[in-house]
T-cell receptor, first 112, second 115 residues
């Protein structure tokens, strides 16, 4: 089974600062990689995904993530945090067997 | 747009009650999933189904059962609710087709409290 590690269960940034949420996975086979966002009392919404091709993936709301195979990482970034970015973020991996594996989530706080 | 709906956003039940959580998707997806979400534990898979009348146990199936009589509907059943089943329950669906590259689509969640 795969594992997904999100470093930092809570991250705080100032409004306008860089957002960096870390995700590492264990896989010997190139997987599909996802970032989901969850706003309070809502379901999960897809931010972006990597399947094949370009390793820098752009998503909604100005977020992007880079797949680094050598580091087995898929970190999520946004150049300038906005108050509306405050939410829970989940990294997920899908293996060729279509099983999904989620990280434990990172709660992002944006400080005015 | 894919839409996944769940029958209740909030539910309060008593210990020992039988609880039904319903999930419906409108995109003809073959695969459907039930997760529970708890602080610090992320999403944990309870059961999934890859076809009508088919079901597979996930990581934490104990105390739960499921039913998939129609392709669009996947029900989660708590036979005898207990306080440790108080949680947020999330339903998701996914197509087998490669066109969506494995993406799961989620419902809004049901926050269940068992007293």
């Amino acid at each position: 089974a795969q594992s997904v590690t999100q470093l930092g269960s809570h991250v705080s940034v100032s409004e306008g600062a860089l957002v960096l949420l870390r995700c590492n996975y264990s896989s010997s086979v190139p997987p599909y990689l996802f970032w989901y966002v969850q706003y309070p009392n809502q379901g999960l919404q897809l931010l972006l995904k990597y399947t094949t091709g370009a390793t820098l993936v752009k998503g909604i709301n100005g977020f992007e993530a880079e797949f680094k195979k050598s580091e087995t990482s898929f970190h999520l970034t946004k150049p300038s945090a906005h108050m509306s970015d405050a939410a829970e973020y989940f990294c997920a991996v899908s293996d060729p067997g279509n099983q999904f594996y989620f990280g434990t989530g990172t709660s992002l706080t944006v400080i005015p | 747009d894919v839409k996944v709906t769940q029958s209740s956003r909030y539910l309060v039940k008593r210990t020992g009650e039988k609880v039904f959580l319903e999930c419906v998707q409108d995109m003809d997806h073959e695969n459907m999933f039930w997760y529970r979400q708890d602080p610090g534990l992320g999403l944990r898979l309870i059961y999934f189904s890859y076809d009508v009348k088919m079901k597979e146990k996930g990581d934490i199936p104990e105390g739960y059962s499921v039913s998939r009589e129609k392709k669009e509907r996947f029900s989660l059943i708590l036979e005898s609710a207990s306080t440790n089943q108080t949680s947020m329950y999330l339903c998701a669906s996914k197509t087998t087709s490669a066109s969506q590259n494995g993406e799961q689509f989620f419902g809004p969640g049901t926050r269940l409290t068992v007293l």
